[in-house]
C-alpha cells in the first residue's frame, strides 16, 4: 500500500492518492497535480516521494 498526501509536499489541499500498486499511485497523484495545480512532476520524482516515505 503506497500513498501520496498532498499537502506534505506543500499545497493547500487535502487530495490523498493510495492504492496497492506504486505505478497507481503515481498515476492517481499526478494526474491530480498537473490538473489541480498547474505542476507535472516526472514520474521519478514521484517515485522518489514514496520510495523516502514507505522506503519499499
Ligand atoms: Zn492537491
Known sequence: MAK???S???????FVAEGD???DVIK????HTSEE???E???EVL???I???FGA
Open 47 to 49: 517515485q522518489q516521494f
Open 8 to 14: 506534505d509536499y506543500g499545497f493547500e489541499c487535502d
Open 51 to 53: 520510495l523516502r516515505k
Open 4 to 6: 501520496l498526501v498532498c
Open 37 to 39: 495545480h498547474g505542476i
Open 41 to 43: 512532476y516526472q514520474k
Open 21 to 23: 500498486q506504486i505505478e
Open 28 to 31: 492517481i497523484f499526478g494526474d
